[in-house]
Structure formats: C-alpha cells, structure tokens
C-alpha cells in the first residue's frame, strides 16, 4: 500500500531533550516535507527536500534540523526541544513531475513539550 | 509578503452549493491546491489549479484567477460527510515551498 508513515504518532516530552520524529514513503517520491499545525494558523512549512541531500527552509525553520540521506526518509530532529514546539506535525511526500505537487501527507505526529 | 486568506468559518445545509474563496498575495505563483482535512486526519489533495479557469472534478470544483489572485473551491451536492476544513496552498515558486491559508471550517447541516 502506498503510504508516508510517521513514528511516533504522540510523544510528550521535557524541554531540552533531543528527539526524532521519522518519516518514511515508499512510493519512491523525490520531494519531501515537514509541516506544523496549530490553531489559528494553521499548515506552516518547516523545512523540504526537492531530493537526497537537498533540502530548504520552509517558513518557519527556526528550532528544527532535517536531513535526506536516503530518499525514502525524511527525519525531523528537535536538538533541543521547547514548550513552543507543542504542536501537530505532518510529513508529507510528492513526485514533483512537472510542477504538480500532490502531495501525500502521514498521519501526524502529536507532540507535546513540558 | 507572502499572504492566503480564506474565511474562517463556513455553514451550509445538505444538497446546498457552497463556495469557498481564497485570495492569495505571494512573490511568485507555480499553482494553488486544495486540500480537505477532516477533524484529527490528514490533509487529502483536492485539486491543482495553475493556469486561469474552472477545474472539475465531480461534485468539487475549482477557480482560479491569476490576475486577480483569486481561488475558490466549489462543492455541489453537499453531504453530511463534506463537514471539514478546506485548505488553500500555493508554491510560490519551482520549488517546494508551498504556503498555506488557515483553513476554512466548513459544517454541513441536514
């Protein structure tokens, strides 16, 4: 089955302890990105990858590192998480054929920092 | 500055037509999406618009307006199910950068 799977889907941790949140797809799709989502402003791009060991600053970067080793990967790493960084995360993926970006999203990752 | 704006929150009765609008100011423009999002789920691609005119896909269409900066979604035949939030995004260039608006709370009643 064609899917982006995220581990873990809910996390609660304490400010300044690092962590990964993992992203995997397996339908081979070159672009990739992370998302949060919190109410009122809703969807706002971390960080994307066009492909392996290419990746750019979304809007709001500021507290996240990525890296694309691999193609099917795509972790997002907190070196030092903060209560801020409370929030609904999406990865999602797309075979960025020209220009199109369909984009298949996992199912969230529900992260709160105490 | 980059800007999306949708309304907030939206209601219509099962069977209605309902438009949704999204006016967009970006630094460049490489098509606008929609997505649903249902309570608690992900996001599901609705539609891609990148050149002028009406996109139609069942029951859900799409408009899109270049010059005007001007989008809306439109949905025919409204049922329970369709309650949810629409998403409108735009990749502001040839890359990956996309930008989303808030989201419009879309609530069907019977």
């Known amino acids: 089955e064609a899917q982006v799977t995220q581990n873990p889907r809910y996390l609660i941790t304490v400010t300044g302890k690092k962590l990964t949140v993992t992203c995997s797809q397996n339908?081979?799709?070159?672009?990739m990105s992370w998302y949060r989502q919190d109410p009122g402003l809703g969807l706002r791009q971390i960080y994307y990858?066009?492909?392996?060991?290419?990746?750019d600053k979304g809007d709001v970067p500021e507290g996240y590192k990525v890296s694309r080793k691999e193609k099917r990967n795509f972790p997002l790493i907190l070196e030092s998480p903060s209560p801020n960084q409370t929030s609904l995360y999406f990865c999602?993926?797309?075979?960025?054929?020209?220009?199109?970006?369909?984009?298949?999203f996992g199912p969230g990752t529900r992260l709160t920092v105490t | 500055g980059q800007n999306i704006d949708q309304p907030t929150e939206m209601t219509a009765t099962e069977g209605a037509i309902v438009q949704i609008n999204c006016t967009y100011q970006t630094s460049g423009f490489n098509g606008l999406f929609w997505y649903q999002q249902h309570a608690g789920e992900a996001p599901t691609f609705l539609s891609y618009?990148?050149?002028?005119g009406l996109e139609e896909k069942g029951r859900f269409s799409s408009f899109l307006s270049r010059s005007k900066g001007y989008s809306y979604l439109l949905l025919k035949e409204l049922q329970m199910k369709d309650s949810a939030s629409y998403l409108c995004?735009?990749?502001?260039?040839?890359?990956?950068?996309?930008?989303f608006g808030q989201g419009t709370e879309l609530s069907v009643k019977p």
């Open positions: 995004a735009v990749s502001d260039n040839q890359g990956g950068k996309l930008i």
């Open positions: 990858s066009m492909n392996v060991e290419v990746t």
């Open positions: 618009n990148v050149l002028d």
């Open positions: 999602a993926s797309s075979f960025p054929g020209q220009g199109i970006y369909e984009q298949y």
């Open positions: 339908m081979n799709h070159e672009y």
